[in-house]
């Protein structure tokens, strides 16, 4: 079965600093790779998305960005956090074609 | 309809009855539909979902109906338990698309 690991799950960094956050799936193969941000009682916004090694599609304008180096890894990355970077991040996984995303568990940044 | 920036709407219903959480939508164009559901600190997790050429689907305790005329969606949770409080997303893509759109969330709360 397929699954998706998310790491770290919280993770407290300070203004100013780089960020890496890591996301894998297993038991699956060329999927499309989403990563959301989520604000605190808030809906998903839509960050980037991947749909093959070394594709990214960067939805908003924003201080992230997001790499995708192996089929099934996909990164998070900033060079300097801002406090407006706090919030839960997610990874998704899907196949397309109309079938659904499915998510890890998160990772819950705060800026200080 | 876009969720980014909208508080989320509240659901309480009493342990045991049925809850009806409803999404209105936008695009004309939507072919496809999902039900996510999202625990505390979690990632929301897949339930149940529709295709355009359908009006009703049913899982296990769990109804999704659909009426394209008036862009609506509707989750059906039956006989509801403590552990179905959660925040319930819709969301829905157009045919081939790889993206998401999520709808605002409703936090539903089953009171015992």
């Known amino acids: 079965s397929q699954t998706i690991h998310q790491w770290p799950a919280t993770l407290v960094q300070p203004v100013g600093s780089p960020l890496s956050l890591e996301c894998t799936v297993e038991?699956?193969?060329?999927?499309?790779l989403y990563w959301y941000r989520q604000a605190a009682g808030r809906g998903l916004q839509l960050l980037f998305y991947?749909?093959?090694?070394?594709?990214i599609s960067s939805e908003v304008p924003q201080n992230l960005s997001a790499s995708r180096p192996q089929d099934r890894q996909f990164i998070l990355s900033s060079k300097k956090l801002l406090l407006s970077d706090s919030g839960f991040y997610l990874c998704a996984w899907g196949q397309g074609g109309n079938q659904p995303q499915h998510f890890g568990d998160g990772t819950r940044l705060s800026i200080l | 309809g876009e969720s980014v920036g909208l508080h989320l709407p509240t659901l309480s219903v009493q342990e045991g009855d049925n809850s009806i959480i409803n999404c209105a939508y936008s695009?004309?164009?939507?072919?496809?539909f999902i039900w996510y559901k999202q625990e505390s600190g979690k990632g929301p997790q897949f339930i149940i979902d529709?295709?355009?050429?359908?009006d009703k689907r049913q899982g296990q305790r769990v109804t999704v109906l659909l009426n394209k005329t008036v862009k609506h969606l509707s989750l059906q949770i039956a006989a509801t338990q403590p552990g179905d409080s959660a925040v319930y997303f819709c969301?829905?893509?157009?045919?081939?698309?790889?993206?998401?759109?999520f709808g605002t969330g409703t936090r539903l709360t089953i009171i015992p």
């Open positions: 969301a829905e893509t157009p045919f081939g698309n790889e993206k998401l759109t």
């Open positions: 695009n004309s164009a939507s072919d496809y």
């Open positions: 991947s749909v093959g090694i070394g594709q």
């Open positions: 038991g699956t193969s060329n999927p499309n």
């Open positions: 529709i295709r355009s050429n359908m």
